[in-house]
């Protein structure tokens, strides 16, 4: 299958690149050479590679930022999610869009299904929100991947920020009332995958199976890389931020199981492959 991958050079772009060029011919683009929000430099992209299939992981992902910039915050992840998805069409080729646990409001107590209602808190999830709504006016063979806790290798994530913190400083608080479900970008660009193999359009959360708060997660991250700070819980309130985010977005990956026989792995397997890959790196 030939795969064209937009946005390849972020943290899951490239294992998205890595993971379908396994098994096909796969292009990747990012920025400055296309912009998916600009429907001729998509266009030449499509041409050029003449895709039989297109994963859009190009997205404004500054959650912070998106606050005071809400302007580009939906051009790229609204306006890019409909030009990307009407080049598709065009071609009658499927189309898959990552999205976020932040469409969420986190007041649920129990893992989201992908049918449930949406209610973002924040720009950036209000902008994500909207472009999964453009993909589905626009095409009807779409995947809608919503993932959540995103880190790959060379991004800037949060293992990272709290490996970097851990260097600097004796002690780390970290946010207790913060649950969700940390994903390893390989293990979404093979959910991906999976998806990519079957005709069953529709909307899929894909994370790494279990939960935990920020800071099980910043302790986990700690020990996996061998470093021996302590980390103390502390409340949200302690890290003011203009961005509200949902305080519970843990995902089901139900769906996905039907619908592709694919089981992500339980979190802590998939930071344990993570830690490996940095110290080979
Ligand atoms: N990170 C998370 O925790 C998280 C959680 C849930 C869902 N997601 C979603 O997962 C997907 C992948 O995220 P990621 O963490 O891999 O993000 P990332 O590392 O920020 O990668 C996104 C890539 O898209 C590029 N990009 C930005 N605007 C673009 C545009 N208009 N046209 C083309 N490329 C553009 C970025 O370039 P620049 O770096 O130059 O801007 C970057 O290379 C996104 O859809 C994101 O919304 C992420």
Redesign the pocket.
């Known amino acids: 299958m030939r795969t064209l991958i937009?946005?390849?050079?972020?943290?899951?772009?490239k294992d998205l690149l890595t993971v379908f060029g396994e098994c096909g011919d796969t292009t990747g683009?990012?920025?400055p050479e296309?912009?998916?929000?600009?429907a001729d430099q998509v266009a030449r992209a499509v041409a050029d590679v003449d895709p039989e299939f297109i994963v859009?992981?190009?997205?404004?992902?500054?959650v912070e930022g998106a606050e005071d910039d809400e302007k580009n915050a939906f051009?790229?992840?609204e306006q890019?999610a409909r030009i990307v998805a009407e080049a598709a069409e065009a071609r009658k080729i499927p189309v898959v869009?990552?999205?976020?646990?932040?469409v969420f409001d986190g007041l649920k107590t129990t893992p989201y299904e992908p049918g449930d209602e949406a209610n973002s808190l924040s720009v950036?999830g209000r902008s994500?929100r909207a472009g999964e709504l453009a993909v589905q006016e626009a095409t009807q063979r779409f995947f809608i991947v919503?993932?959540?806790?995103?880190?790959?290798p060379g991004?800037?994530?949060?293992p990272e920020k709290i490996i970097g913190a851990a260097q600097k400083n004796p002690l780390l608080k970290v946010v207790h009332d913060e649950v969700g479900s940390p994903?390893h970008?390989w293990d979404?660009a093979l959910a991906v995958r999976a998806l990519s193999e079957t005709s069953a359009y529709g909307v899929y959360h894909a994370v790494n199976t279990g939960s935990c708060a920020r800071d099980e997660f910043a302790r986990a991250i700690l020990f996996a890389t061998g470093i021996d700070t302590p980390v103390e819980p502390c409340s949200a309130d302690a890290f003011p931020s203009k961005a509200a985010r949902p305080a519970y977005s843990v995902l089901s990956t139900s769906d996905l199981e039907r619908a592709t026989g694919y089981v992500m792995r339980d979190w802590q397997t998939a930071l344990d492959h993570y830690a490996q890959r940095r110290n080979s790196s």
């Open positions: 937009l946005g390849c050079k972020g943290q899951l772009g683009f990012d920025l296309v912009d998916v929000s600009k859009n992981s190009a997205a404004y992902t500054n051009l790229a992840n890019g869009y990552i999205s976020t646990d932040f950036y994500k919503r993932t959540a806790w995103l880190y790959g991004g800037n994530n949060f994903t970008t979404l």
